[in-house]
């Protein structure tokens, strides 16, 4: 399982960003997918996850109606977009893929080295 992500970087507040995590190594068409975040001195948040068509996504609350989750099952690529983002979105993100199904939103997963996104005025 290789899973490199990109896409982060310093955003005022209420700005934008689009990350993206290219998968290899398995099939990622047959895969349920996760985004996960880690803050400065916090544990893993499950942030969002979406099914093998893309057509189901789950959010976390704390950033329903902010981030959509996406996928391209032709280009092995997962998405995620971030708008309206705030302070306390300022984490590393990393692309997850759950190591069982059903544990979609509580891990454990595989993931990516991350991506790292800084929300500052």
């Known amino acids: 399982v290789q899973l490199v992500e990109s896409g982060g970087g310093l955003v005022q507040p209420g700005g934008s960003l689009t990350l993206s995590c290219a998968a290899s190594?398995?099939?990622?068409?047959?895969?349920?997918m996760s985004w996960v975040r880690q803050a400065p001195g916090k544990g893993l948040e499950w942030v969002s996850s979406i099914n093998t068509f893309g057509i189901t996504t789950y959010y976390a609350d704390s950033v329903k109606g902010r981030f959509t989750i996406s996928r391209d099952n032709a280009q092995n690529t997962l998405y995620l977009q971030l708008n309206s983002l705030k302070d306390e979105d300022t984490a590393m993100y990393y692309c997850?893929?759950?190591?069982?199904?059903?544990?979609?939103?509580?891990?454990?997963?595989?993931r990516g080295q991350g991506t790292q996104v800084t929300v500052s005025s």
């Open positions: 190594g398995f099939t990622f068409a047959t895969m349920f």
């Open positions: 997850a893929k759950p190591v069982t199904v059903a544990h979609y939103r509580s891990g454990p997963w595989d």
